[in-house]
C-alpha cells in the first residue's frame, strides 16, 4: 500500500484542528490533510480526498461525529471529553478503530497512529489471510496490554525483536513487524546510524547485492 496515509481532521475547534494537524504530519508515513470544521464540510472533505483515514471530534454543532464514521464506514478515531460508557460502546460500534479522551497526551495519538499502520499493512493487499494474521492484526490494533504512554521508539524495538539473533532484509522486518518495506529500511538506517545493527551485503548471481542486518553483539 502506499507508504503516506492521508488523514483527514474534524474538529470545530481551529486550533485543536491545527494542532492535531501538526501532530500526524510529524508522524512518519502520515500525511494530514487541510482539517475541516462542521460535518457538512467533512462529509465533503470525504468525498473529495478518500482519506484512509479520519480523526473527529464526537460533539460537533451540526451533528454527531459518531453518526458519522458509521454512515460513512470510514477507518476513524474518535476523541472526546465524554467518558461515559455508552458513549464509547456507541463510538466502537460505530467502527471507530479508536477512542481518545479529552484531554490526552501528544504520544496517546502518535502511538495509535503508529498502531494502526502497522495495523493496515499487515492486512494490506488481496492476499488470503490465515487467523494468526487478524489475531496479530487485531492485537497491535489494540495494543496488545500495551499503555498508550509507550514511546516514539516502539517500533524500533519491534524491529530489534524481529532480527533477534538472526539477520534480515527490511522487507522480512517489515513483514514480521507489519510496517511497509520502506518503514522498516527507514528505522533500520536510523539503528545503524547509531551502531546498534550492522549492515551486512550479501551477493546473489546476478545484481545489487542486498542489505542484510543483524544486531550488534
Known sequence: MNDSLRVLILDDDFRVGQLHRDIIDDQPGFTALEPVRSIAEAREGLRSSTPDLLVADVFLPDGDGIALVRETGVDA?????????????????????????????????????????????????????????????????????????????ATEQLVLAALGDGEASAAEVGERVGISRATAQRHLAALAART??????????????????????
Open 77 to 153: 478515531i474518535l476523541i472526546s471529553a465524554a467518558d461515559d460508557g455508552p458513549t464509547v460502546r456507541r463510538a466502537l460500534r460505530s467502527g471507530a478503530v479508536g477512542y481518545l479522551m479529552k484531554p490526552f497526551e501528544r504520544r496517546a495519538l502518535t502511538n495509535l497512529l503508529d498502531r494502526y499502520s502497522r495495523y493496515r499493512n499487515l492486512l494490506a493487499g488481496e492476499r488470503p489471510l490465515r487467523q494468526d494474521d487478524t489475531d496479530r492484526a487485531l492485537a497491535i490494533l489494540h495494543g496488545s496490554g500495551e499503555p498508550v504512554s509507550v514511546s516514539r521508539s
Open 196 to 217: 546498534v545493527v550492522e549492515v551486512r551485503l550479501r551477493y546473489g548471481a546476478t545484481g545489487r547485492p542486498e542489505h542484510r542486518y543483524a544486531v550488534r553483539s
